[in-house]
């Protein structure tokens, strides 16, 4: 396994529209090693979720997974997601994301999903999230539709560099 190259904001390759990959492309070992990669990437870069694009790749693949809190979710495979956007109001609550280093905004997104999509063998996978799990699977389908999550605040009054987020906003701490 390798860890990837993960391109940040300002590379075209974020605000393209990634294709859906087809079950035999799927199975292939290439594709298999850059599930694998993704995966490794995301975790050395402590992420909850990576997508396609972020990684140079135009496919319709993200991982994520949230370990701790509310809403803890194992990490998924999710190939060519269909979403289904459940429940409001929206919730506006915190995002960054490793392509937006060093930012973290707040987002309004609903609080509820239903996702559709293949596993990383091709099998279909149904499932619902809530919460930060919803968040995150909001947040890369929209990377997988060149998509970032700077394009869904309603106001920028909450964007803060890491370093004011801790002093100022991060009310998790302690
Ligand atoms: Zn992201």
């Not at 194992?74 to 960054?96: Q, R």
């Not at 869904?152 to 009054?157: G, P, T, V």
Request: aromatic share 6%; net charge negative; with cysteine.
């Amino acid at each position: 396994m390798s860890i990837l190259n993960v391109a940040r904001m300002g590379n075209p390759v974020l605000r393209e529209k990634a294709r859906p990959v087809e079950r035999a492309e799927l199975l292939t070992p290439v594709i298999q090693k850059l599930i694998d990669d993704m995966i490794q990437t995301m975790v050395e870069y402590q992420g909850i979720g990576l997508a396609g694009p972020q990684v140079h790749e135009q496919r319709r693949i993200f991982v994520a997974g949230v370990e701790d809190g509310e809403d803890p979710m194992p990490l998924i495979v999710v190939v060519n997601p269909v979403l289904t956007l459940l429940g409001s109001p929206t919730v506006e609550d915190w995002e960054g994301c490793l392509s937006i280093p060093d930012l973290r905004g707040r987002v309004p997104r609903v609080p509820e999903v239903e996702l559709r999509a293949l596993d990383r063998y091709g099998e279909p996978m149904q499932r619902t999230a809530h919460g930060l799990a919803a968040r995150v699977i909001q947040h890369e389908t929209d990377h997988l539709n060149g998509v970032l999550f700077l394009d869904r605040m309603q106001s920028f009054d909450s964007l803060t560099h890491l370093n004011e987020f801790s002093r100022f906003w991060n009310t998790e701490k302690d």
